[in-house]
């Protein structure tokens, strides 16, 4: 069964850091781009940032430059979302994503994780 497990949210004040990961298992996500995406309440899920298979590329959402940065470790096959700087306005639901190829990260993700709650405090 193919499963991505997102883990490291919580409750931070303004100002703070969190780190979050994402455990693939099921299939060998080394070969595949990644993201992450986040769901505040009452909006639409938004993409937050994405790195290609062997992290030579990375791309972020405007809203999160300079203060997240997305990593991966494929002997672990885990991805990591470290985000610094935190702000009421990122409070959300955040999401882990495996896309369908190994570069592209501008279509649809194959795979979903459930996600982890993060909560900005301000």
């Known amino acids: 069964q193919v499963r991505l497990v997102e883990s490291g949210g919580g409750l931070v004040q303004a100002g703070g850091s969190l780190r979050l990961s994402c455990a693939g298992s099921g299939r060998p996500f080394t070969t595949n781009a990644m993201g992450w995406f986040r769901q505040a309440p009452g909006k639409e899920r938004e993409f937050v940032a994405a790195i290609s298979w062997n992290g030579d590329s990375t791309n972020y959402a405007d809203s999160v430059k300079g203060r997240f940065t997305i990593s991966r470790d494929n002997a672990k096959i885990t991805v990591y979302l470290r985000m610094n700087s935190l702000k009421a306005e990122d409070t959300a639901v955040y999401y882990c994503?495996?896309?369908?190829?190994?570069?592209?990260?501008?279509?649809?993700?194959?795979?979903w994780g459930q996600g982890t709650q993060v909560t900005v405090s301000s």
């Open positions: 994503a495996a896309y369908g190829s190994p570069t592209r990260v501008d279509v649809p993700p194959d795979y």
